[in-house]
């Protein structure tokens, strides 16, 4: 062994891709989908009384063109629905409403989601660009706290 | 033609910790570099005792022809 090192992700993605990454983690956490909508606001869809926290993903950045601008994906579980989008400042954001429930509540699960949706795009960017590049994944895991550990090789020239 | 090996944790938040495997000297850097460019910020860095072994080197002889 070489060299360990600890890599914080930066999430530059595409609409289309973000949407991917959304359904992917949604889906392992047990959420269904709402909608994808490009008219509805975030939290429209949910009674008026119901409680609303937003969130944003740090060191994000969601590219789009002039048409995908207002584009919203929506999830929901127990009550919860949670609709990402796309800040002003091109951010990853997330608004999470759901009656009969606490503010602490609705931020722990946005921040899980939101950190699933992390993991999701860095592993489907990772395997993208290791086929591209040559790398043989020869083991994939799912370990209990749900991290993805996964071996690689590569014959260097 | 060397192989190397890289372990790759993704963690739940998505931060990556990356073992990097079979490399004496500072070949390792420019592999962490891929990776780097792929996941984003380097946030820690810790060498093993291989990277300060010598580097691997490849040999070439040239015959003249006369």
Request: charge should be negative; aromatic fraction near 6%; proline fraction near 2%.
């Amino acid at each position: 062994m070489s060299a360990v090192c600890i890599l914080t992700p930066v999430v530059i993605m595409a609409w289309p891709a973000f949407s991917a990454a959304v359904v992917a983690a949604a889906s392992s956490l047990g959420y269904q989908i709402a909608s994808e909508v490009s008219s509805q606001r975030p939290g429209e869809a949910v009674h008026k009384d119901a409680k609303a926290v937003q969130l944003e993903i740090e060191r994000s950045e969601v590219v789009t063109n002039q048409l995908g601008r207002d584009q919203r994906i929506a999830v929901s579980r127990e009550g919860v629905t949670v609709t990402f989008s796309r800040d002003a400042r091109g951010k990853a954001s997330l608004c999470v409403t759901g009656n009969g429930q606490s503010d602490e509540a609705l931020r722990a699960a946005g921040e899980e989601l939101s950190q699933a949706v992390v993991q999701q795009y860095v592993y489907q960017k990772l395997m993208g660009e290791m086929r591209s590049r040559g790398f043989n994944v020869v083991e994939e895991e799912v370990n209990e706290d749900r991290s993805i550990r996964l071996k690689v090789r590569h014959w260097e020239n | 033609m060397p192989q190397r090996e890289f372990e790759i944790t993704i963690g739940k938040t998505g931060e990556v910790e990356l073992h990097v495997k079979g490399f004496k000297g500072k070949g390792c850097l420019a592999a962490v570099k891929i990776f780097e460019e792929i996941v984003g910020e380097m946030k820690s860095q810790q060498q093993t005792s291989e990277f300060y072994e010598p580097e691997e080197q490849v040999q070439y002889r040239i015959d003249q022809r006369h």
